[in-house]
Structure formats: C-alpha cells, structure tokens
C-alpha cells in the first residue's frame, strides 16, 4: 500500500515569492492533517481536514498562509508571501477517524522549504 | 512553559544498551501519549500508543505512563545502530502536540 505522498521534496525561493505543497494521503483516509516542524523541534499542527471541511485551522497563519482539500482527497498547502522565517520542514498526515486504527497518523516524507 | 518537555539529547550509546528516554507534560487532560521515530529526513513513524498509566510492551519497546507524575518514557532494550533516529513524544487530547524530540545515536 502506498503511502503519504508529497511534493515536491524540497524547495528554494526567494522572500515574497510564493509557494505551493501538494499532499495525497493514503487511500480511504478521511482525514488530513498538514504540520510545520522547524529545526530541532517537533511537528506543530497548521490544519486539520475531515474530509473537504477544515475542522481545525487555529494554528494557521491566514494572512499569508491558504490550504484547500478538493474532493476530500488531495491537498495543497500554499504560502503567500514566503518569508524567511518559514523556512522548516512542511508535513502532510493522514488517518482514518472512526476506524480501529483511528488513532495512528501516517506521516508523508515531508517538503523542505529554505527561504533566501 | 511548553505543554510537553522532551530532552534534545543528543543521546549515543553503544549496541546492546537499554535506552531511556522521556518526557514530561503540564497538561493533565492529554488522553493518548504516544512515541513516534523519526529517521533523517523522513516524516515521523508511530512506534507505540496507550491510553492508560502503566506499561506496555512491543518487541524490544516498553512505553511507561505514569499519569500522576504527568511522565512517560520508552526503553529500548537491546539498542541497535538501525534505532539511530530522533525520538519524538506526543500527546493528544483533541489534537497532537510533540516534544522537541531526542536524538540517539547507536554504534556498533
């Protein structure tokens, strides 16, 4: 079985210029998750997505920071504009809520943004 | 504070060791604690979830929770060079928050 899919791996920009992340969960997975994990730190929840429905998107910077989750499947993570400080490792998860297994989240191999 | 401390290490130890690693949380409404490994430049892997203060095995992986201490550790036992890795705690209640991670460092 395939799992988390993302792209691209990684990515060089330039501050202010903008950036797209797309994330393909694992098949049948409902719910979405996308995380940032800066240098040396864990990984922090930006959104969550049951679905198409956002249902946790407290922690995401809305002034330059969008995600949309067409069809309840694939999802893209955008930053506009990019400043340096988002340089970090950018995480798509995914689970199955409501299933036995509801509990674990598989993590994709992450995109690496740097930020010039 | 941070809602949940975890020591960056690093941590090296020879192969064959019995690892320990922790960490604590302020936050008595966390219901799941979980450990999840972390190979460089992969994304995190679930190693062990529970529920409840106590302990629970896997293989050469023992989780410990101990709810009124608000601490939770994982051993390794048996360490070898292929669990060089960082060691991520996490807690949940309505969503999951990690610990900085520890980085270990096994050799042969």
Known sequence: EAGVVQSPRYKIIEKKQPVAFWCNPISGHNTLYWYRQNLGQGPELLIRYENEEAVDDSQLPKDRFSAERLKGVDSTLKIQPAELGDSAVYLCASSLVGGLDQETQYFGPGTRLLVL | ?108
């Open chain 2, 1 to 108: 504070q941070k809602e949940v401390e975890q020591d960056p290490g690093p941590l090296s130890v020879p192969e064959g060791a019995i690892v320990s690693l922790n960490c604590t949380y302020s936050n008595s409404a966390f219901q799941y604690f979980m450990w999840y490994r972390q190979y460089s430049r992969k994304g995190p892997e679930l190693l062990m979830y529970t529920y409840s203060s106590g302990n629970k095995e896997d293989g050469r992986f023992t989780a410990q929770v101990d709810k009124s201490s608000k601490y939770i550790s994982l051993f390794i036992r048996d360490s070898q060079p292929s669990d060089s890795a960082t060691y991520l705690c996490a807690m949940k209640r309505y969503k999951l928050i990690f610990g900085a991670g520890t980085r270990l460092a096994v050799h042969p």
